[in-house]
């Protein structure tokens, strides 16, 4: 908890009931949601499971956890003094920087006083007679709000695969997005990682380099760029600040509103020097913009392959077991699953004390008292960690008991999938917003501006309808069709419905296999603005 801060604590908080707009969330989302109401003159409330705020930054403690996203974007441009006063020290910074940043906007913006922690929200009905939601909380509040927004996250839903018999293991177990405050000492202890994704990838060499003996369980391999992360340039920080406003718009222009540096040249166009050539810098350079090195990578099998092929040279080069090296080489396109970005990933596999173990061809069939038995071996463990990653996008929407006009069910709604209309509003469900809801660009850009625009976006909504004297503001069901169909066209002419990927929900057994984000991060901005100009286009306003 940062100091000075003045927080609601649920014993000392006195029952609120009614408030013009219930906030879910008190991560970078719901702090700015709070911060633009505010200004706006609206009352409002946030609603926090955890003991503090920062959200992802809050609950993700894995020793390694940082950000992929440079410091100087990964950060809020909604306030010039902000910008300038917040100094970051790495080229990409750690969680706790994140966190610190995050308590530090919290404290300047005196947020901390309509925050209220440890409390979940459970249920949001619509009262349609009194055009308002009815929230309740774990905590037994009840609060009447004329507006909702779901600033729940959609990486904070943790996952956990239903392993036979996890209950009965006597060792220690965690959650890599559930990590304890307290941190943890390995030392001397066989530990054993489910799972390979980004949590893995940066906690895997930090776990090796501390515990007796680790056993890595592998289902996918997945592709990682090198972060080449280093102490940020107080000179380079200086001439980013003199034009921070210039360097954010010119950031917010780029796909996926984040400097990838990217070339317009189709790698089939280019001589084989040339692909070397740009692949080598890309990879010396370090991190997301290996994305950026060719136009096509994102649209073009044959394009991709070209990285693939890259990529697996690489990793053989990094690892010097060939079996190990061949079962680090992923089979799926690059970018398919989210790249990862990591310090001394494949390396550490040349450790004496680590190993890889294919769980796809020897699946996991369950956990033991003493550790865990994949269909051909046992393995004895003191500690299992899962990082076995997030019900990403609907999970943490969907664990809210969420009902709209006529009594629906939000989850019956979404039973095939998230239907919504530009991410923003789901048809049926009248003055409930999502922040980075399914449908917009969210996952597949740089989060901080997205939940921006999204933010100023509800924000100057609410102000629209109270200034033309509007009770409320709702999807219609053509409109949203209409989006949803356009989101699922975007992503067939890509390389991302190719793979078991969580953007698809293929991690969660028996999630609706639909593609959930929308790729188009700048052009959706765009469109979210055209809608506006046109009165609100494809919204019903009453
Ligand atoms: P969150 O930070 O997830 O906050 C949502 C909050 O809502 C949580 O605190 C949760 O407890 C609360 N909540 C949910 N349901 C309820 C309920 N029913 N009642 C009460 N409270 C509830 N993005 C990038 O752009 N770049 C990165 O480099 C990057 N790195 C990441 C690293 C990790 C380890 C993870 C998990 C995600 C990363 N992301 C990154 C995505 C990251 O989630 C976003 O950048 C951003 O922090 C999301 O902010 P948010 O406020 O929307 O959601
Ligand atoms: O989760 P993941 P994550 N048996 O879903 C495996 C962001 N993030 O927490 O691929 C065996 O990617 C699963 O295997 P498979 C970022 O957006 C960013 O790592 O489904 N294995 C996979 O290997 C990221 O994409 C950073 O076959 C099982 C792993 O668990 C997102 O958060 C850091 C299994 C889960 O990987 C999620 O990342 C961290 C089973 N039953 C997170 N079930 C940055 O670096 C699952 N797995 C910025």
Redesign the pocket.
Known sequence: MQQGADPVRPEESERVDAVDVIVVGAGFAGLYMLHRLREQGASARVFERGSGIGGTWFW?RYPG?????ESMEYSYQFSEELQQEWEWTERYATQPEILRYAEHVAERFDLMRDIQLETSVVSATWDEAASRWEIRTDRGDRVSARFCVLATGC?SST?H?A?EGAERFRGDTYH??RWPHEGVDFTGKRVGV?????????SIPHIAAQAEHLFV????P?YSIPANNHPLDPEFQRRIKAEYPAFRARNRAMPAGLDTHPNDESVLAVSAERREEVFESRWEHGGLPFMGAFNDLGTSHEANELAKDFLHRKIRALVDDPATADLLCPDQEVGC??I??DTGYFETFNRENVRLVD??TA??EEITETGLRTADASYELDAIVY????D?MTGAILGIDIRGQGGESLRDAWSAGPRTYLGLQSAGFPNLFTVTGPGSPS?LSNMIPSIEQHVEWIADCIAYLDAHGHESIEAELPAQDAWVDHVNEVASATIYLGC?S?YLG??VPGKPRVFMPYIGFPTYVAKCEEVVSKGYEGFQLT
């Open positions: 993700n956890a940082r950000c992929d996203v990486l996952n695969p392993f890599t997005g489910i799972g390979t994704g980004s949590s893995a990838i940066q369980f592998q289902r996918t997945n699953k989210r990862c970005v769980v796809r699946p996991i990082a076995t990653g997030f990403a996952v078991n969580w293929a991690n």
